[in-house]
């Protein structure tokens, strides 16, 4: 895998993000999940995919919605695993109720890359 030496538009000054504190952090429940079931979300104003994800017993099964397209084919995202935050209320996205978040990167044309763990862990395992 070939990683960029630099970034196109690395150099430009943006306004700076607010500081958390590491009580802050520690509020967000980011959970690693594998993928167990997708369908389409036609409904959706940008496409996306309905995912059920499984959290393992502590968590247990939540529903999210991902615009992650782009990159993923739905056969190819059962069984992955992902890292999401479980304990945001659940949003509405249309007809679907969303009950977590699961976590990607943007790329430079806005598509999103998943962020996963590069080794397998247990269903609901905490990152932190």
């Known amino acids: 895998m070939t990683i960029p030496a630099a970034i196109p ?21 980011l959970r690693a999940g594998t993928i ?14 309905k995912l059920s994800v499984d959290f393992g017993p502590e968590v ?25 935050v479980v304990n945001f209320p659940p949003k509405r ?3 679907f109720l969303s009950e977590c978040l699961v976590t990607g ?3 430079e044309d806005g598509s999103v890359v998943l962020a996963v763990p590069d080794k397998p862990v247990l269903n609901g395992a905490k990152l932190g």
């Open 9 to 29: 538009g690395a150099d430009i000054k943006v306004q700076s993000m607010p500081t958390i504190t590491w009580q802050d952090f520690e509020k967000l429940e």
């Open 93 to 95: 996205i249309g007809p």
């Open 36 to 49: 167990i079931a997708v369908e389409c979300f036609p409904e959706a104003r940008k496409p996306a995919y």
């Open 105 to 107: 990167l943007y790329r």
């Open 60 to 84: 247990g099964v939540k529903k999210s919605s991902a615009q992650v397209t782009v990159h993923y084919a739905a056969e190819e995202l059962v069984g992955r695993q992902v890292i999401a």
